[in-house]
Nanobody
Framework: VQLVESGGGLVQVGGSLRLSCAAS????????MGWFRQAPGKEREFVAA????????YYADSVKGRFTVSRDNAKNTVYLQMNSLKPEDTAVYYC????????????????WGQGTLVTVSS
């Protein structure tokens, strides 16, 4: 599975962005998908995840109520809608795929995208 993120950019505090992650391969629908982020000088952290069917979603406390993860298996794409953005949301955002569960743990993911930069200016 190859993953390519898009949709990052510069946005003002309180603004919104939607990230997309396009996957290659016919097995996309078998994978739980996650979003992680890494700010400069910090470790990569879990943001959100969605089960292979889309029936379950998971969020970090820091983004709950502001971010929404979704997927379209027909389009091999997972999305991260980010609203009410804050300066502390500034980071490189990565999507990833796991076939083994443990969606909050980065080491459980088998495939990663190259990342897309989100910058929130105050």
């Amino acid at each position: 599975v190859q993953l390519v993120e898009s949709g990052g950019g510069l946005v003002q505090v309180g603004g919104s962005l939607r990230l997309s992650c396009a996957a290659s391969g016919r097995t996309f629908s078998r994978y739980d998908m996650g979003w992680f982020r890494q700010a400069p000088g910090k470790e990569r952290e879990f943001v959100a995840a969605i089960s292979w069917s889309g029936g379950s979603t998971y969020y970090a406390d820091s983004v709950k109520g502001r971010f929404t993860v979704s997927r379209d298996n027909a389009k091999n794409t997972v999305y991260l809608q980010m609203n009410s953005l804050k300066p502390e949301d500034t980071a490189v955002y990565y999507c990833a795929a796991t076939g083994t569960g443990g969606v909050r743990t980065a080491t459980r993911y088998d495939y990663w995208g190259q990342g897309t930069l989100v910058t929130v200016s105050s």
